[in-house]
């Protein structure tokens, strides 16, 4: 079975966070919502406050098959200054480990000089913290190698199902995407 832990910070944005844990976990993936905050109760950005699983001082990221990170503002600037969190992903994407950021924070892969030479996408008007990457201003969800990187909230669906499909294969993702009546063609 995989295994993916989620990053929430004060901010996060919820519809992006949630709906990942929630599709990740409809495909059988053991999936960890991790608090960076000091505690596990965590608000995002519209004021929902959520119960994570662990703080990161005792989660095992290490040994996750994907991180993946959830925009949101003051969410992302929360997230990419926690230096155990991007150490971390240095780490994964010194290794090719899958890394996978949504809406403001790719910015974080940014800042960190891993989308440089590939392509990746971020919310609308973000590109230029995208340093050095092929930036793609159409397309929901951009996978590059073990970087995965999408849009917004309202691509929070295609994003989740496109971390289904990495770690557990097309199969799973399309048995997910008929279980919540997802109908589009852009994703799979």
Do not use: W
Request: hydrophobic share 45%; glycine share 10%.
């Amino acid at each position: 079975m995989s295994r993916a832990c989620v990053f929430f910070a004060e901010g996060f944005e919820e519809v992006e966070a949630l709906t990942v844990v929630d599709l990740l976990r409809r495909a059988k993936i053991r999936t960890e919502m991790v608090s960076i905050s000091g505690d596990l109760f965590v608000t995002g950005r519209s004021g929902i406050t959520v119960k994570a699983d662990v703080l990161f001082e005792n989660a095992d990221p290490e040994n996750a098959d994907m991180l993946v990170l959830p925009g949101g503002m003051p969410g992302v600037k929360y997230l990419g200054a926690f230096g155990p969190l991007t150490d971390l992903l240095a780490r994964f994407n010194a290794d090719g480990r899958y890394i996978s950021a949504i809406c403001a924070a790719p910015m974080v892969f940014g800042a960190l000089g891993i989308v440089r030479g590939k392509r990746a996408t971020i919310y609308p008007g973000m590109e230029e913290a995208l340093k050095g990457a092929e930036v793609s201003t159409r397309e929901e969800v951009v996978t590059d190698g073990h970087v995965t990187t999408s849009r917004g909230a309202g691509t929070a669906i295609p994003f989740a199902l496109r971390l289904i499909e990495i770690l557990e294969g097309s199969d799973a993702a399309e048995n997910v995407k008929k279980g919540i009546v997802f109908q589009t063609t852009s994703v799979l």
